[in-house]
């Protein structure tokens, strides 16, 4: 595809901050491919290669799982109370509270990359992924032309595409909200943990398969080649995609999740899972390979530069959150080869 080639082309010239391969491993005896023994050594690399980042992170997710579930407990009876009151149903609580949730913690990621961006001090920038300038420090009329393009179609798919799918959702399951959203349903740490596992794990199954499909010949050029105009990625691109990609990637994995889960999902879990992957997605997309990402202590998860590689070679590194899908189907070859033979990927070119 000739989109590939111009995005690999462009390529050589970035240099991946991923952590060199260790002298004292013999790479050579390490297969790219699946099997346990490469496996393994890379998610130690990825946990070795974050440093005294791994304390900030832990920290992020410790406070994450211990205060979570205490603020829900807290304060999702008040938001019951307030809008029983004024006579909401259950479905007008639901759409209205999953709306205003995730424009909440959109705007608030989407600023938290801003002022990252804006700074540019060298303290985020030894984490860029990129070694080319950010787009902005290229091209200025150019990029203002992207962000344009952007802010319309993130527009178009926050406020007319997610709230059309919502209401759609909702009139197909006859207005019945699935998921249990009482007060005494709330889940104590132990099933928030849990609903927050099967939420991320589920979502992540369905969105590999349904990501793998989108790059599809007959697909691509139609749907998702508008999210790759972005080869290297920034927070806020997270969301630039065509209105059809947005119903079958964001939306439906995560919905469809809650859906089988149904009464032992409650909406709370739901809602702070939503705030989690908003993050994580523009974590993903950021440009950044934060060592402090919390991310990127689950088992096997994906991570900035693993996102920014796929933006680039197109046809691999299909996940999202997770790497074993990529894994098990070997997706993710080409990354692991390079990252595990920590060679700069300019060099490697020549
Ligand atoms: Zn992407
Ligand atoms: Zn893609």
Redesign the pocket.
């Known amino acids: 595809m000739r989109q590939d080639f111009i995005q690999q082309e462009r390529y050589k010239l970035i240099l991946f901050v991923m952590p060199k391969a260790s002298p004292q491993m013999d790479n050579t005896k390490l297969s790219t491919t699946a099997d346990l023994k490469t496996v393994f050594y890379r998610e130690s690399k990825r946990y070795t290669s974050k440093g005294t980042g791994l304390i900030p992170a832990l920290l992020i997710v410790a406070t994450y799982f211990y205060f979570a579930p205490i603020l829900c407990k807290r304060y999702w009876p008040v938001v019951l109370s307030y809008t029983i009151e004024r006579g909401w149903s259950a479905c007008q609580l639901t759409v209205v509270v999953t709306l205003l949730w995730h424009y909440l913690w959109h705007f608030v990621a989407t600023m938290y990359y801003y002022a990252i961006y804006h700074l540019e001090h060298p303290f985020f920038e030894r984490d860029k992924i990129s070694k080319e300038p950010w787009p902005w420090q290229e091209n200025r009329e150019e990029w203002m032309k992207t962000l344009k393009k952007s802010f319309i179609w993130v527009g178009v798919n926050s406020f007319i595409v997610l709230p059309i799918s919502i209401v759609v959702a909702s009139a197909v399951n006859n207005f019945e909200i699935p998921y249990a959203i009482d007060a005494e349903s709330i889940p104590d740490r132990g099933g928030f943990v849990v609903g927050i596992i099967l939420e991320v794990m589920g979502e992540d199954l369905i969105l590999h398969f349904v990501?793998k499909w989108?790059?599809h010949p007959l697909v691509?050029p139609y749907v998702?080649k508008m999210?790759?105009e972005y080869i290297q990625s920034v927070g806020f691109a997270a969301h630039y995609s065509h209105p059809i990609e947005y119903v079958l990637i964001s939306v439906i994995p995560s919905g469809l999740v809650s859906l089988l889960l149904g009464r032992h999902l409650h909406i709370t879990t739901m809602l702070m899972h939503n705030l989690a992957r908003e993050f994580e997605t523009q974590d993903g997309h950021c440009g950044y390979e934060f060592s402090w990402s919390p991310f990127r202590l689950m088992p096997f998860s994906a991570g900035g530069a693993y996102h920014e590689f796929?933006?680039a070679f197109?046809n691999c590194n299909?996940s999202s959150f997770l790497t074993f899908w990529d894994t098990l189907l070997g997706h993710n070859d080409e990354f692991n080869r390079r990252y595990l033979g920590g060679k700069e990927i300019e060099k490697k070119e020549e």
């Open positions: 990501h989108m790059h691509y998702h999210h790759h796929h933006h197109v299909y």
